[in-house]
């Protein structure tokens, strides 16, 4: 493409030097070259034919509609809807539970149970569940429960170890002495055989 300069002087049109400025901003803005002009065109062109596709899309999805109950079809979507929520609320109800009996198992091995079922049992699960800060609830619980019932931890809860009331084992004879033994001795050994 040719500058206007060029093609004015090929027609034997001069412009002074003090108003090609002027000149060239007034050519700027009233007139625009045929390559401006063409990208416009084809950017147009494209958004046209975007416009068409929307439209023959929204035709055709307008096309399947037809024949059906639309107080149906919002039915079923609210009820597609429903049954998605109940899935992420149970998914969800079903993790945290998860993450608490991890959680719960974790704190009862610590603090040494015997029976994880029975101090589950004695424990309020709905409110540590419910609770902002679960390790440390927790740990309190077994903590109280450990003064209440001792007999479920390893060390009875701090208090005294269960003793026989018997008393303390005798220990075995041994067959060398068996002739230094009374009866009623040997009896008794006999019978813790």
């Known amino acids: 493409m040719k500058n206007i300069h060029t093609i004015l002087s090929e027609l034997s049109i001069t412009i002074p030097e003090d108003k090609k400025t002027e ?27 975007a416009e068409k596709e929307a439209r023959k899309t929204a035709e055709d999805t307008l096309k399947g509609f037809e024949g059906k109950d639309f107080d ?6 609210d ?7 109940e899935q992420e609320a149970a998914h969800k109800k079903e993790k945290e539970d998860r993450e608490f009996n991890e959680i719960l ?3 009862i091995s610590d603090a040494k149970g ?3 079922k029975a101090i589950t049992a004695l424990l309020d699960l709905e409110k540590l569940r419910g ?9 309190a619980a077994l903590d109280s429960l450990r003064t209440d019932s ?12 269960f003793t026989d009331p018997k008393g303390p084992t005798p220990p075995e004879p041994k067959a060398s002495n068996l002739g230094s033994l009374s009866m009623a001795d040997y009896i008794a050994a006999r019978k813790r055989k």
């Open 23 to 49: 000149f060239d901003k007034a050519v700027a803005e009233n007139y625009k070259t045929s390559a401006e002009h063409e990208k416009k065109v084809n950017r147009l062109t494209e958004d046209l034919n």
């Open 72 to 77: 149906a079809i919002t039915r079923e979507r």
């Open 79 to 85: 009820e597609w809807k429903r049954k998605h929520e």
């Open 105 to 107: 198992s974790s704190a």
């Open 114 to 116: 015997k029976n994880a």
């Open 131 to 139: 609770s902002r800060n679960q390790q440390a609830d927790i740990k």
């Open 150 to 161: 001792g007999y479920l931890f390893d060390d009875n809860g701090g208090k005294a170890q």
